[in-house]
């Protein structure tokens, strides 16, 4: 990648966040309208992906993994 090209882009990006930091300050949102937005967020994401709950998540499967493994190592030591 050239390195002009991504000071370019990372100063691009910085403008952008200044300027959606500005508009905040100048139009803040009400509580209710805040929490609106947040809903149909919320919704959204549960329409494009599905029920948050019920996803496959290859973390969580990795880390119940890992879980399970370390309790049946604690488990053969312990006299039955």
Same mark, same amino acid.
């Given at each position: @990648? #050239? +390195? %002009?090209?991504?000071? =370019?882009?990372?100063?691009?990006? $910085?403008?952008?966040?200044? %300027?959606?930091?500005? #508009?905040? =300050?100048?139009?803040?949102?009400?509580?209710?309208?805040?929490? &609106? &937005?947040? @809903?149909?967020?919320?919704?959204? #994401?549960?329409?494009?992906?599905? +029920?948050p709950f019920? %996803?496959?998540? +290859?973390?969580?499967? $990795?880390? #119940?993994?890992? @879980?399970?493994?370390?309790?049946? $190592?604690? %488990?053969?030591r312990w006299? $039955?």
């Amino acid at each position: @990648m #050239d +390195p %002009r090209e991504l000071k =370019r882009w990372i100063e691009n990006q $910085r403008a952008g966040e200044a %300027r959606v930091r500005e #508009d905040a =300050r100048q139009n803040p949102l009400t509580t209710a309208q805040a929490f &609106a &937005a947040a @809903m149909a967020l919320l919704n959204l #994401d549960e329409q494009l992906n599905g +029920p948050p709950f019920q %996803r496959y998540d +290859p973390v969580s499967e $990795r880390e #119940d993994a890992a @879980m399970w493994e370390a309790w049946s $190592r604690l %488990r053969e030591r312990w006299p $039955r």
